[in-house]
């Protein structure tokens, strides 16, 4: 239990009249997650049990990721301290999250003592709030490191979602709608959140709390295990990266079985993976936090600046100085088919 646990607190229940702060290019399909099984709830009881809002910080319409504009009925300076507030964040969330008010606004509904909701990066606002300082936080694999490098008294974890005191996160897309169930079902009863669940087609919301927003999907489960291993040694020491040897070691196999697997599962080298891996993470941490350039070539394990430039521009098309907003129009990184990616900040 974190300093924050109180028996309380152990269950907090769902408001029936909720708001969702809208931040610029959040995620359309995480809203719907979170907005129909409340639609669905009212139906299925026959009464508008939840009622809900969507604000955003100046009270005009707000882009989705996918380019759509939403209708809000108030700005910012509506938003009430006795709701249960969801704050929707996903791309260019370290802009919009520290955007005037929004920190104050947040911190006076968690004073009233409602449940405040960071979903996708919008645990970035709730941190930059001081609402996460000591607590547990579910982050995406693509936001996990610069969220902790951004606050790391926040105790980030690759569940997905996280319920801590009166504070809730959610790693996003499907975990949203995990999340939502379960908050009805501590608030309504775990009968209508299985009616809702149904509906939704979704058989078994029970598991959510237990799946790892970093667990590899179902298609990657058999993938061979000499390469399962190899990953997590990889994703393990991206800041002091292993020679193709030392790995091999390691594992207990040759090098040129190591290789061998690789180029059968995935048609390259373990050195151009292991590569792969570095730059992804410092792709993150140069569009997602406020480090240097040279602080995210060697947090990626790049001992040279020069060469850290070279191979960001061969595998992004822009060097890293001009790659520091995690925009719909910036590059995006591929992981490498089977990886599971670092979800923790690597061992030092």
């Avoid at 379960?182 to 959140?193: F, S």
């Avoid at 990953?231 to 091999?248: G, I, Y």
Wanted: hydrophobic letters at 45%.
């Amino acid at each position: 239990m974190t300093q924050h646990d109180d028996a309380s607190f152990a269950t907090p229940r769902l408001g029936r009249e909720v708001q969702f702060l809208l931040m610029p290019r959040f995620s359309s399909l995480g809203l719907m997650l979170l907005t129909e099984p409340l639609f669905l709830a009212n139906w299925l009881l026959g009464e508008t049990r939840y009622s809900w809002r969507l604000l955003s910080i100046d009270g005009g319409r707000v882009p989705s990721s996918d380019g759509q504009l939403h209708g809000v009925s108030e700005g910012l300076s509506a938003l009430r301290p006795d709701c249960t507030t969801f704050v929707l964040a996903s791309f260019e969330a370290k802009t919009h999250c520290r955007a005037p008010g929004v920190a104050n606004a947040l911190r006076q509904v968690a004073r009233r003592g409602a449940l405040v909701v960071g979903i996708e990066t919008g645990s970035v606002a709730l941190a930059q709030a001081g609402l996460l300082a000591g607590r547990r936080a579910a982050a995406h694999w693509d936001a996990a490191i610069p969220l902790m490098e951004l606050h790391p008294d926040v105790e980030v974890t690759d569940t997905a979602f996280e319920i801590d005191g009166r504070v809730a996160t959610s790693a996003g897309a499907l975990a949203n709608l995990d999340l939502m169930l379960h908050l009805i079902a501590v608030t309504d009863g775990p009968g209508l959140a299985d009616q809702v669940a149904r509906h939704l087609l979704h058989h078994r919301p029970e598991a959510a709390r237990t799946l790892r927003a970093s667990d590899p999907l179902l298609r990657e489960s058999a993938v061979n295990a000499r390469i399962g291993r190899a990953v997590q040694l990889m994703e393990a020491t991206l800041e002091e990266p292993l020679s193709v040897p030392e790995l091999a070691a390691r594992l207990g196999i040759s090098q040129r079985q190591m290789e061998r697997d690789f180029r059968a599962v995935h048609d390259m080298s373990p050195s151009r993976f292991y590569r792969q891996l570095r730059l992804n993470l410092a792709h993150r941490l140069l569009q997602q936090t406020d480090l240097s350039v040279t602080q995210v070539a060697v947090t990626a394990g790049f001992v040279s600046s020069e060469h850290f430039s070279r191979a960001y521009r061969a595998q992004f098309g822009v060097p890293p100085s001009r790659d520091r907003v995690q925009s719909t129009d910036a590059p995006a990184a591929w992981m490498p088919s089977g990886a599971h990616d670092a979800m923790l900040r690597p061992n030092r």
